[in-house]
């Protein structure tokens, strides 16, 4: 059975410029989740789905940062403008309805912004 | 005060050590709790879940003290491949997982 899936992998930009990250979770799994993971550190929750509704989103820099899985299965999080602050890994993971504690990471997207 | 609190270490041990490690945790309301682990550049995956009257599974040992709101992990024999990063996470009421910082662990010959 495939994994979580994202893409790209590593991704370079310069501040200000605008970036997306995609992922698509395991065939199945209706809860989607987006981290952060700064080095030496563990994920940080940006947002989190059921199906296709966000339901906690509390965490997202609303400024500059969007997501949306429109038709409940692979979903995309957009930067817009890139600071420095934000290189960092961005983490996808999906989960069974009333399972979130297992939850299927994918290799996630390497971001530095230069 | 962070919510999950670990030592970041780095836990340096020979092959075939006795390790532990704990995790304080600030939120009494905590529901349940978990160890992941994360290999040197690649995603966390759930190790075990931690239960209060502990539980084990092979060399691993994992348990959870409500009154003083800490858990624990220890690993007996430690292999090589153990090194890792074990991440201390917990799942507060409304199922969102909050992971602590992370305690590094080398396995050396």
């Known amino acids: 059975e495939a994994g979580v899936v994202q893409s790209p992998r590593y991704k370079i930009i310069e501040k200000k410029q605008p970036v997306a990250f995609w992922c698509n979770p395991i065939?199945?799994?209706?809860?989607l989740y987006w981290y952060l993971q700064n080095l030496g550190q563990g994920p940080e929750l940006l947002i989190r789905?059921?199906?296709?509704?966000?339901?906690?989103d509390s965490q997202l820099p609303k400024d500059r940062f969007s997501a949306e899985r429109l038709k409940g299965v692979d979903s995309t999080l957009k930067i817009q403008p890139a600071e420095l602050g934000d290189s960092a890994v961005y983490l996808c993971?999906?989960?069974?309805?009333?399972?979130?504690?297992?939850?299927?990471f994918g290799p996630g997207t390497r971001l530095t912004v230069t | 005060r962070k919510e999950v609190e670990q030592d970041p270490g780095p836990f340096n041990v020979p092959e075939g050590a006795t390790v532990a490690f704990n995790c304080t945790y600030s939120?009494?309301?905590?529901?349940?709790f978990f160890w992941y682990r994360q290999d040197c550049r690649k995603e966390p995956k759930l190790l075990m879940s931690?239960?209060?009257s502990g539980n084990e599974d092979g060399r691993f040992t994992a348990q959870l003290n409500r009154a003083s709101q800490y858990i624990s992990l220890l690993i007996r024999d430690s292999k090589l491949s153990d090194s890792a990063t074990y991440l201390c996470?917990?799942?507060?009421?409304?199922?969102?997982?909050?992971f602590g910082q992370g305690t590094t662990l080398q396995v050396k010959p």
């Open positions: 993971a999906s989960s069974l309805a009333g399972r979130g504690y297992e939850q299927y």
């Open positions: 065939s199945g799994h209706n809860t």
């Open positions: 789905y059921e199906n296709e509704e966000a339901v906690d």
């Open positions: 939120n009494s309301a905590s529901q349940s």
């Open positions: 931690v239960y209060s």
């Open positions: 996470v917990l799942s507060s009421n409304t199922g969102k997982l909050i």
